[in-house]
T-cell receptor, first 114, second 117 residues
């Protein structure tokens, strides 16, 4: 009963380093998304995907890349980390639970950029 | 423009009492959904309850109910018989254009609820 799995849970980067946050879901959901959560600002959408091979930008896409080669995986890449990208990152997938289309979240990745 | 507004940054409630968390939204789309999520101190986001704009009755899930007032554009969460484990951050969220596969979920800023013993 894995649901949405994010790795790593914690990460510390130096400014300018690159890294990939991994996200996998086992619910066969077409829709997946990435959010960042900053204090006092709720969750803001970075990128989303409606299926393999299809991605689009959300509210705050700058500095992040995504790709979707399979239904299961939706990695988020930080190309050149900046202190402003210090945040908690959540991956989510969306699918039907009964008649309701619900978004389910991973446990989050806490990222610090020094 | 802020699409989801939660005006209560923090609230206290006595254990076993009911509490209402406020949420107002702004949309011109006739087809939308409203969601509430709970985020305990451990950090995960837990789905609580959903209300569709066309739903005739207010949603209920156990001790959670959603007071949906469409004309006022409000979707308040009511927690009955509060428990210590209800202490958490609560987020209201909205998804417009429900029939669009790419419809985005937009969040409010959250309300931190503390339950007192």
């Amino acid at each position: 009963n894995a649901g949405v799995t994010q790795t790593p849970k914690f990460q510390v980067l130096k400014t300018g380093q690159s890294m990939t946050l991994q996200c996998a879901q086992d619910m066969n959901h077409e829709y997946m998304s990435w959010y960042r959560q900053d204090p006092g600002m709720g969750l803001r959408l970075i990128h989303y995907s409606v299926g393999a091979g299809i991605t689009d930008q959300g509210e705050v896409p700058n500095g992040y890349n995504v790709s979707r080669s399979t239904t299961e995986d939706f990695p988020l890449r930080l190309l050149s980390a900046a202190p402003s990208q210090t945040s908690v990152y959540f991956c989510a997938s969306r699918g039907y639970s009964g008649s309701k289309n619900i978004q389910y979240f991973g446990a989050g990745t806490r990222l610090s950029v020094l | 423009a802020q699409k989801i507004t939660q005006t209560q940054p923090g609230m206290f409630v006595q254990e076993k009492e009911a509490v209402t968390l406020d949420c107002t939204y702004d949309t011109s789309d006739p087809s939308y959904g409203l969601f509430w999520y709970k985020q305990p101190s451990s950090g995960e986001m837990i789905f609580l309850i959903y209300q569709g704009s066309y739903d005739q009755q207010n949603a209920t899930e156990g001790r959670y109910s959603l007071n949906f007032q469409k004309a006022r554009k409000s979707a308040n969460l009511v927690i009955s018989a509060s428990q210590l484990g209800d202490s958490a951050m609560y987020f209201c969220a909205m998804r417009e254009d429900l029939y669009n596969q790419g419809g985005k979920l937009i969040f409010g800023q959250g309300t931190e609820l503390s339950v007192k013993p």
